[in-house]
């Protein structure tokens, strides 16, 4: 009997560490989007920042 409950426990513990893993997969795959999409906002402001100053640039030709 105590055999029994020692691997009954082994079993539990192995699906708990087999969830552990595919849950922690999952957040890495989370953090790479997350990781892309902050790229992404970051070039897209890098982008508008230099519209800007073009935009400021043929502006201050308009200012008497």
Do not use: P
Request: proline share 0%.
């Amino acid at each position: 009997k105590g055999n029994e409950e020692i691997a009954k426990v082994i079993e539990s513990l192995s699906a708990i560490a087999e969830e552990n893993a595919a849950t922690t997969e999952e957040v890495s795959a989370s953090m790479d989007v997350q990781v892309q999409s902050v790229r992404g906002i970051s070039e897209a402001s890098e982008s508008l920042a230099e519209i800007a100053t073009d935009l400021q640039t043929e502006v201050s030709k308009f200012i008497l």
